[in-house]
T-cell receptor, first 115, second 110 residues
Framework: NAGVTQTPKFQVLKTGQSMTLQCAQDMNHEYMSWYRQDPGMGLRLIHYSVGAGITDQGEVPNGYNVSRSTTEDFPLRLLSAAPSQTSVYFC??????????????FGPGTRLTVT | GQQLNQSPQSMFIQEGEDVSMNCTSSSIFNTWLWYKQDPGEGPVLLIALYKAGELTSNGRLTAQFGITRKDSFLNISASIPSDVGIYFCAGKNTGNQFYFGTGTSLTVIP
């Protein structure tokens, strides 16, 4: 199993550009999520999905879109990049039983800089 | 959003010493997780706890789910240089969202 994979590993964008961060998992996990990590702030939830076709907002969703067309993939789209979106982005997945999700496993992260 | 209070913020210890850190919340949780993050990497799950009072070990690591369900503790025994990193706690109640602490940075001096 590759676990949770993320691409790209590094990205530099100019203000106003758009891009998609890719996330895939091969563990057949129902629950997937996106976090951003900023110094001194811990991990903050952006969006999450409890299954294909179902997404919901987390703590800091503004400026980001997600969709979940398959169980394996959960891309994160930045619509119009801003310097405040400079951060490290982590995707995570977990299995769930009767709607309750358990341990989350993280990808290696995407380091994004917006100039 | 909810933040967990994790302490200490940083620790500098001698190799071979034991380490203790904790995480507290203003809300009750039914799941506590502990992660370790190395520089430039994603967090790696160390221990998962699902029951108040539960004590779980993973090698030299031991974590406990506090009886009040508002706190959790992580102990590392006989620290070694590869224990260096940032340790995060995460908690969850009946919803789908995990809340993370701000991390404890551990430095082990050989």
């Amino acid at each position: 199993n590759a676990g949770v994979t993320q691409t790209p590993k590094f990205q530099v964008l100019k203000t106003g550009q758009s891009m998609t961060l890719q996330c895939a998992q091969d563990m057949n996990h129902e629950y997937m999520s996106w976090y951003r990590q900023d110094p001194g702030m811990g991990l903050r939830l952006i969006h999450y999905s409890v299954g294909a076709g179902i997404t919901d907002q987390g703590e800091v969703p503004n400026g980001y879109n997600v969709s979940r067309s398959t169980t394996e993939d959960f891309p994160l789209r930045l619509l119009s990049a801003a310097p405040s979106q400079t951060s490290v982005y982590f995707c995570a997945s977990s299995y769930s039983i009767t709607g309750v999700n358990y341990e989350q496993y993280f990808g290696p992260g995407t380091r994004l800089t917006v100039t | 959003g909810q933040q967990l209070n994790q302490s200490p913020q940083s620790m500098f210890i001698q190799e071979g010493e034991d380490v203790s850190m904790n995480c507290t919340s203003s809300s009750i949780f039914n799941t506590w997780l502990w992660y370790k993050q190395d520089p430039g990497e994603g967090p790696v799950l160390l221990i998962a706890l699902y029951k108040a009072g539960e004590l779980t070990s993973n090698g030299r690591l031991t974590a406990q789910f506090g009886i009040t369900r508002k706190d959790s503790f992580l102990n590392i025994s006989a620290s070694i240089p590869s224990d260096v990193g940032i340790y995060f706690c995460a908690g969850k109640n009946t919803g789908n969202q995990f809340y993370f602490g701000t991390g404890t940075s551990l430095t082990v001096i050989p």
